[in-house]
Every structure is written in structure tokens, then in C-alpha cells.
């Protein structure tokens, strides 16, 4: 009994560490712009598809490379071209929108058909089938008592905690994180302290979409099958969590993906599975009643 | 004379439908996507409310028209046919044609309930939060029927068309598109009356400024709950036609990405536009399916001058890449969307003289 629980709270770790690393994400570009960005859930689906695409290109290619290898590739190069993904669509689609002065509304309406366009154009495409990512890392699988784990989902839990304190670091100690805080404190005094907003908001958008091309990487390497509509339901369900957590802080974002992580493997683990949206969403909505802000949200009241 | 105008013009063109029909002028597949376009105009007029008139953002339209298709099909497959799950009829079948408008307004009622029990943890929370909130009673709903085995689970609740059936027994003549026709012209005219009426406005007050609307003694909150009731519950009767008028229905086809076609509707008519709704909701159905023929046409053409290689063809799917694509293209352009907040007669001034619709 005791054993089984460790093992669901580890598997939750697993689980929720994929919502936390979406989460951070939505929770850094809100934070920053007041924007919901509800294209990022397929950020983090273009992630999965390019790791997979270069994975295979080293991985089967001509002088094939070995699977480390392939990984210490695949990492940091998804990272910077879903980073590049992620800024050319926040350039083309929201800084025109940003420019003229528009009402947040439109530009997360823009977000969200943003991300139905990636969704149906990769299933457009790309065809209907599924791909299946290939086995990079040998699985080493760890016994202790009854409790086993993998070195791949210790890999998980352990890349999304260093990824917090990283990005902590960065918005609590670095001046670029210092003008982060500044533009959400307020959006107007910041460019007469001589900050360039775009540059910032870039930084914004480089970093939170490299977030969400990791947690593709490891995604695909966790449950190996990628399809179209991978990125909508946990990008939906991340962004949940960010709300939980209170979006816009960073300590939020990542407590709420975890929170949501274990909520759902607890409930899958006394309940059938079909009821996991269930009972998760009840309880997480339970939590907003009580607590409107979210765990670390501060009150603020504008409309969208 | 200008009363009559639009009723006259609607009762013409419901009537001539009716009877072209009736007389299998037009074929089945003309009158599915006509009865679709007045699914499509009753949610997203009632969806205008809460996103249009009251300036909120909410995002989970189809759990209450989930809501409102299932009850409205349990009542009439329970009462009026025999099915494996609930026996043989309670009533007698041919009564379903007197009871079909009764069982709509139950599903209505059903999923105004919802809507309440939605819409009460949204006063507490701000902005962003009641996207949350209703996007998750989206997931809620929807994983609810999921896990009701008695009504088909995730394999759907069907048996809708005996009643259908039942209906046409009685007098021979296409019911499902009168009742579409009958409902939704009264879901327009009631949207109609009501924001235009002096208790109404106070949404719109709402959408304005917020702390004036309370000083100026709209009391927001029970305003917000009245606009939630009556947009979920008018979706309610989306929902039931929209079972009906398949006769088949499946959690999972009320899922989010159908709350998400409400949104682009509501945006490309304008928020806050009755007829801004109901020609957007007329324009994405018909682009649908236009889509579908379009796309082919498309493909072969492509295929005619080699410009794509012979293995890839051009997907059905694309049409969800052109549709979001128009909508950013009309964002970046003409946020407002087609109409702007305006409706009709103030976009063609000329257009007064010949009708008036309150």
C-alpha cells in the first residue's frame, strides 16, 4: 500500500512535470503581456514534431550517430528552433496586433486560432499518422523495494525542477528579468526608463517557448507516439494549471503543474481512468471557489 | 408596415424551404446544412451575450449545449420510443409531436441550470479566471457523459430519429427543419428583446464600465447570472436540435474545439451585433461546406499543373487551417469583426426605412 503510493507520487512527479514546463511558459508570456497565449499547448506540440525530425535525421541518417549523441543534439537544437518558432510567431501575429494598439481580446483570439492553424496544418500536412519517436536512451530501470523507477523519469523530474530554479534565477537576479517584472508592474513607465519592451518581450517568447520545446523533447521520449493534436489537451490542461497556480508567477505555475500531475494520477489510480478530467477539473475549480487568485495569485481586476 | 417586414421575409423563406422540401425539391443534404445554419445562428447569438454584449470572455459554449442535446434526447427516446435502456414509450409516440417543443425548453431550462452553477463561481474570480472556469466546465461536462455507461458512454446516445419517425407518422411533412426554423427565430427574437429592453441593458452596462454600471444601480451580479442562464439555456436548445437534427450524439462532438467554432463565430460577426451573429453564423456554415467541395477542386487542380508531387493530396482538414486563418487575417485588419457592435440598419442607413426589428 505504502509502496504503491510512493510509486503514484513519483509517476505524478513524472506527469506533472510536463504541465509545469508548459505551464511556466504561459505563465512567463502572461505575466509579461497579459496575454493568454493559447497557441502555446501547440508550441509545445511543434517542439515534440521537431525534435522528432531531428532525432531521426541524426539518429537514422547516413553516418548514423549514436543515441547520446543524437540526445546532446536534439536538446539543444529543438530548444532554439522552437525558441525561433515561437518569436516569428509573436512577430508576425502579435506585434502587428501590439502595434495598433488592439484590445488584448483580439490578440488572444489571434493566439488561439494560431494554434487551431498549427494543429490542423501539421494534421494537414503531415498526414493523419502517428509517428513514433525512437528509443534514444537505453532504459535503466532502478528497483528500490517495490518501487521502480527509470532514468528517464528521473531524467524528467530532475530537468523540470533545474529549468525552475534556472528561470527563477533569471527573472529574480538578471536585469533582463528585473525589466520581465518591470513591464507587468507597469507597461507604460518601462520604455521611458530606456527598456526596449520588444527586445523584452522577445526574451519573453525565446524563453518560454525553448520551455516548451524541452518538455516536447521529453514528452516524446516518455510516451513515444506524437500526433497532431497532442499540444491542445495538455496545453489546455497546462494552462489550467498556470491559473491554479495564479498566472503570472513563476512559483505558481510550476506548484500548479505538479499539483495537477498528482491529481490526476491519484484519481486514475482509485478511479477508472475515464475519470481523471473529471475529477481533476472538479477539484481544481474547487480550489479557484475557494481561492479566486489562484495559490500565489495576486487580485487584480481588468477585464480581458 | 415595417414591423412585418422581417417576420414576413423569414415566415417567406421558412415556408419556401419547407415546402421545396416537403415536395423533395432540395435534397436531404441542402436541408442538413439549412437546419445547421439556424444551430449555428442560435449559438452563436446566444454565445454574443456573454462575449459580445457583456465584453466577458468565456470559452465553454458546447458543455451547455451538451447539456441541453442530452436531456432534451433522454425525455423524447424515454417518453416517446422504445429503446433498450428505458423500455417501451411512457406516452403514446404520436403525442411526440406536441411534446417535442416541451422536451426542447426542458433541455433549455437543463442547461440554464448549468449555466447558474457555472456563472456562481465566476463572481468571485476576475477577467482570465472565467475562461478558466468555463473551459473547464467544458472538460467537466463532457467527461460526465463520457462516464454515464447508461447513455452510451464515449459511444454516444442515438435513437433520436425514432422520434423523428414518430413525428413524421403523424402528419408527413419535414418536422426537424419547422422546428429549426420556428426555434430559432424565436431565440433571435428573444435576444433581441431582451438587450434591447431596459433591464437588458444592463449588460451592456456592464461591458461599458463595470463600478458605473453598480452606482447606476444595475446590480451586476444578478446580471451576469441572468445573462449566463439565459445564453447556456438558449445553447440548451442549440443542443437539442443539433441531436435531433443528426440524430446521434457523442460527447466528444461537444468538446472544446466546438466551443471554439462559437468563438470564431461571435468574433467574425462582431461582438455585440445580432445580425453581425446570424450572417457569420450563415457565411462559416456555408464556407464549411463549400470547403468541402472546394478543396478537392483544389487538389485535382493542383495535381492538373504538377505543382504538388502525385503522393500528397490536399486533406479535408485544411479547411480548420483556412478557417482560423481568415479569422487572424480579420483580426489583424478589422478586429471588430464583420459588423463591428453595429447591426444592420446601422451599417445601410437606407435599410430603416424598410424594416424595423425589435
Redesign the interface.
Known amino acids: 500500500m505504502f509502496d504503491s503510493i510512493i510509486q503514484n507520487i513519483f509517476n505524478a512527479l513524472q506527469w506533472g512535470s510536463f504541465y509545469s514546463l508548459i505551464a511556466l511558459g504561459y505563465t512567463l508570456v502572461?505575466g509579461v503581456l497579459r496575454l493568454?497565449n493559447f497557441a502555446h499547448g501547440d508550441i509545445f506540440m511543434v517542439g515534440a514534431y521537431i525534435a522528432y525530425f531531428i532525432a531521426i535525421f541524426f539518429f537514422k541518417g547516413s553516418p548514423a550517430l549514436s543515441g547520446t549523441t543524437t540526445l546532446a543534439l536534439v536538446i539543444p537544437l529543438t530548444m532554439i528552433l522552437t525558441a525561433v518558432f515561437g518569436v516569428t510567431l509573436e512577430r508576425i501575429?502579435y506585434r502587428?496586433?501590439r502595434r495598433k494598439g488592439?484590445?488584448r481580446?483580439?490578440?488572444?483570439?489571434?493566439a488561439?486560432?494560431?494554434g487551431?492553424?498549427l494543429?490542423?496544418?501539421n494534421?494537414?500536412f503531415l498526414?493523419a499518422s502517428r509517428k513514433s519517436f525512437p528509443e534514444l536512451i537505453d532504459k535503466v530501470v532502478y528497483n528500490f523495494g517495490m518501487i521502480s523507477m527509470t532514468n528517464l523519469k528521473i531524467g524528467v523530474i530532475l530537468s523540470s525542477i533545474i529549468v525552475y530554479f534556472i528561470l527563477n534565477t533569471i527573472i529574480s537576479k538578471t536585469k533582463i528579468g528585473m525589466a520581465m517584472r518591470g513591464i507587468s508592474y507597469d507597461k507604460f513607465a518601462i520604455p521611458l526608463m530606456g527598456i526596449p519592451i520588444d527586445t523584452i518581450i522577445v526574451v519573453t517568447f525565446i524563453l518560454g517557448s525553448s520551455l516548451a520545446g524541452l518538455a516536447g523533447i521529453l514528452f516524446a521520449m516518455s510516451y513515444p507516439i506524437l500526433d497532431p493534436f497532442m499540444g491542445?489537451i495538455i496545453g489546455?490542461k497546462a494552462?489550467?494549471a498556470a491559473?491554479v497556480g495564479g498566472?503570472g508567477d513563476i512559483k505558481g505555475a510550476f506548484v500548479g503543474g505538479f499539483l495537477l500531475g498528482i491529481v490526476e494520477i491519484l484519481v486514475v489510480a482509485v478511479f477508472?481512468s475515464?475519470?481523471?478530467?473529471?475529477i481533476a477539473?472538479?477539484i481544481?475549480?474547487m480550489i479557484?471557489?475557494i481561492k479566486?487568485?489562484g495559490l500565489f495569485g495576486v487580485?487584480?481586476?481588468?477585464?480581458? | 408596415m415595417k414591423k412585418f417586414s422581417v417576420p414576413a421575409l423569414f415566415i417567406f423563406i421558412a415556408v419556401g424551404t419547407v415546402v421545396a422540401a416537403h415536395f423533395e425539391m432540395i435534397d436531404l443534404y441542402v436541408q442538413t446544412i439549412i437546419m445547421f445554419i439556424g444551430v449555428n445562428i442560435i449559438l452563436s447569438s446566444s454565445f454574443n451575450i456573454i462575449n459580445g454584449y457583456m465584453g466577458e470572455f468565456a470559452c465553454g459554449h458546447a458543455g451547455f449545449m451538451a447539456v441541453g442535446a442530452y436531456v432534451t434526447s433522454i425525455l423524447n427516446v424515454m417518453f416517446f420510443t422504445s429503446n433498450k435502456t428505458f423500455g417501451d414509450p411512457i406516452l403514446s409516440p404520436e403525442l411526440a409531436l406536441w411534446f417535442f417543443p416541451v422536451t426542447m425548453i426542458i433541455g433549455g431550462i437543463a442547461a440554464a441550470i448549468t449555466g447558474v452553477l457555472v456563472a456562481i463561481p465566476s463572481f468571485k474570480t476576475r477577467d482570465d479566471y472565467l475562461a478558466i472556469i468555463t473551459l473547464a466546465a467544458n472538460f467537466i461536462i463532457v467527461s460526465l457523459f463520457i462516464n454515464m455507461d447508461t447513455l452510451g458512454g464515449p459511444r454516444g446516445f442515438m435513437g433520436m430519429k425514432q422520434v423523428l419517425f414518430a413525428m413524421e407518422d403523424v402528419v408527413f411533412i419535414p418536422w426537424m427543419l419547422i422546428w429549426t426554423f420556428t426555434f430559432t427565430y424565436l431565440v433571435v427574437f428573444l435576444i433581441r428583446r431582451f438587450v434591447s429592453s431596459t433591464y437588458g441593458k444592463g449588460i451592456i452596462a456592464i461591458h461599458q464600465d463595470e463600478i458605473a454600471a453598480e452606482i447606476m444601480s444595475v446590480n451586476t451580479d444578478k446580471m451576469k447570472l441572468v445573462a449566463f442562464m439565459f445564453s447556456s439555456g438558449l445553447a440548451g436548445i442549440a443542443g437539442g436540435l443539433f441531436a435531433h437534427i443528426l440524430g446521434y450524439i457523442n460527447p466528444n462532438s461537444f468538446n472544446i474545439l466546438k466551443s471554439t467554432e462559437c468563438l470564431v463565430m461571435v468574433y467574425l460577426g462582431g461582438m455585440g451585433s445580432l445580425s453581425g451573429s446570424i450572417i457569420a453564423a450563415i457565411l462559416f456554415t456555408l464556407l464549411i461546406e463549400m470547403l468541402r467541395f472546394i478543396i478537392p477542386a483544389a487538389d485535382t487542380l493542383l495535381h492538373f499543373i504538377p505543382l504538388i508531387p502525385d503522393t500528397f493530396h490536399l486533406s479535408q482538414v485544411l479547411k480548420w487551417v483556412i478557417i482560423p486563418f481568415i479569422l487572424v487575417i480579420l483580426m489583424q485588419f478589422r478586429p471588430e469583426g464583420i459588423m463591428g457592435n453595429r447591426e444592420l440598419s446601422d451599417f445601410f442607413p437606407k435599410l430603416k426605412k424598410y424594416y424595423e426589428f425589435k
Open positions: 502572461y493568454i501575429a502587428p496586433l488592439a484590445n481580446l483580439y490578440v488572444v483570439i489571434t488561439l486560432m494560431c487551431l492553424i494543429e490542423n496544418g494534421l494537414a498526414g491542445a489546455w494552462f489550467i491559473v498566472i477508472p475515464t475519470f481523471r478530467d473529471l477539473f472538479s481544481l475549480l479557484l471557489v479566486p487568485t487580485a487584480k481586476s481588468t477585464k480581458i
